[in-house]
């Protein structure tokens, strides 16, 4: 028997969630059970997506249950294990995060390799946001030699990893985010060609076209869209012909209920011959050897910054959550849950 | 020495061209000189883009000159060489319509083969307009079995011959046109599976989901997208996953100077995968060769209908062209030039 914190939903938030919404139970976790594997979590992430879950509405995932612990990305250690696939010291992941420790059976686990990289990799560069970066990139927008890079939010979890894996294979980037904390992040530690502060521009469009002059190029040839609305028009705008929009998504156009911020241009995709496709990393799971072998690689060289913002201790989980709705967080939101 | 007559802009029209802004000049054309070629038009087809070079606006072709005869593509009859790729007899291509003979150099003249299809198939489904549905539903839609496919304009030059590539390979056809009797046509001549009359449905996407449903289906999986907005729309609720859009055209968009009609449902293209992608025919000239030999069959098998809309006589050339605008023409809009 062990004490442990775990944090349930105790009630379905209404608009921004509140403190009484939660709440943190301390249980006495049993010794694992035959076929089960006892996980100590040394990190866990938070996603916008987990709003969605706390509310009750029809989704292709079902929502958290009441009175349980939340679920989200975790990589944590095997403590004790009754399952032959694991053994004490493995470094596992699971969706079984908001939990401090957790009895799970093994088919709820997955093996990451514990050398290389450090343990919250695995939820960043070398984890979902990595993988959703790389299709995007290699995939969907096929990047080739001399590619120029426009990435929208890439201060944002994925946007951040975009920036890098472009700017390693050697193409010039171009991010946007907001507020000069964010381009200064953008500048110094994703070290990207030129950083647009869309907040502080009247037409992104100008703004855009101005660092596109600056690197001494006619257009874009390759956007990687994490926005839609504005973005996305200046992007068709200073596009070149045969340019490729890798959607991974358009966060400005999820909660527009009336008339849609929409591109003005969008008949560019014809007179330029744009290819626009979305994608959902799950459907290139087959890319991740490929893609956790290069970030590996990367990371030794001291290519891949960890793009994080890092919250510590399980009583700090709600602030990180908190934190991803007022853009106070920069790349990938952590929580470390037991101290390294 | 042989008297011919041909259509000149005399000024540039201002809005809707009317009859003073040509003249019909009448030339005494002498024999062909010395790498010359002499060619009797036996079609002419007319499009809207030649309105803009009617006008002196820049483009990326420069606009008619003024007091000199009109260009467009024509298939004609060599009467007299004086260059040895070409004799009496051969069947050619030009741009050099809008007049019933001319002398050019060789080098403005391309053979086609006179055996096997009509001649002004060169100007629709064995020409520019077959190759653009041929490109767009072979090359970026990439048409596989089971696709089910809408085509929006499927009445005009191009849309109807998309219709007939994809019902000849097998598809389910959903064409959309305006009014009833376009709708006749499309179900009567092009043999769609379902006809919709967009003026006559209060939602396009509701008329869109009725067609598909009464097809058993459960969504498109192809959009041949000549129109834009309402249109794409509607397309983009009605897209299975994984759904390609082949973007032809977007004519509803192209004089739209304050909102857009626009799509409310862009951000579909992620979470349905959908890959959007514009194209020009003239970058797929590749493809010719093979749309050719199958439109040859397919005609042979009296399979591919002449979706066309024919004037007789240079002097009928104003109303054919004026017809494109009134929307009273289908399929391609030809004048025949000399009687067959």
């Known amino acids: 028997m062990t004490q442990t914190r775990e944090i349930r939903l105790k009630r379905r938030p209404v608009g921004t969630p509140v403190d009484d919404d939660f709440e943190m139970a301390t249980i006495s976790l049993p010794d694992p059970a035959d076929g089960e594997v006892q996980v100590r979590n040394l990190w866990m992430a938070v996603d916008p997506a987990m709003r969605g879950r706390m509310s009750d509405a029809k989704s292709y995932i079902p929502p958290f249950a009441l009175d349980a612990a939340m679920e989200g990305p975790a990589i944590g250690e095997v403590v004790a294990s009754r399952d032959p696939a694991f053994r004490p010291g493995d470094l596992v992941f699971s969706r079984l995060g908001w939990r401090e420790m957790f009895n799970a059976p093994a088919s709820a ?21 990595g993988l959703t970066a790389y299709a995007g990139l290699m995939r969907i927008a096929q990047l080739k030699a001399g590619d120029l890079v426009f990435v929208s939010a890439a201060s944002g979890a994925v946007g951040s990893i975009a920036c890098q894996i472009a700017r390693n294979l ?100 014809m007179t330029k011959r744009i290819r626009m496709e979305g994608y959902i990393a799950l459907d290139h799971m087959d890319l991740e050897p490929e893609m956790v072998a290069r970030m590996t690689e990367w990371n030794a060289q001291g290519q891949m910054a960890s793009a994080e913002t890092v919250y510590d201790g399980i009583e700090r989980a709600l602030d990180a959550f908190a934190g991803l709705f007022t853009g106070a967080n920069m790349g990938r939101t952590l929580v470390r849950l037991t101290p390294g």
Chains 1, 2 share one sequence.
């Open 109 to 129: 686990l997955q093996h990451r390799e514990a050398g290389g990289l450090p343990p919250q990799a695995w939820l960043c560069f070398a984890g979902m946001p």
């Open 170 to 269: 050697g193409h010039k980037v171009i991010g946007s985010a907001g507020g000069p904390e964010k381009t200064a992040f953008l500048r110094d530690v994703l070290k990207v060609d030129a950083a647009i502060d869309y907040k502080a521009e009247p037409s992104l469009t100008k703004a855009l076209a101005r660092e596109v002059k600056g690197l001494g190029a006619k257009g874009i040839d390759v956007y990687f869209e994490n926005v839609g609305g504005d973005h996305l028009q200046a992007a068709l705008s200073l596009a070149n012909d045969f340019a490729r929009f890798a959607v991974c998504g358009m966060i400005s156009q999820y909660n527009v209920t009336d008339a849609p911020t929409v591109p003005r241009n969008l008949t560019m995709v």
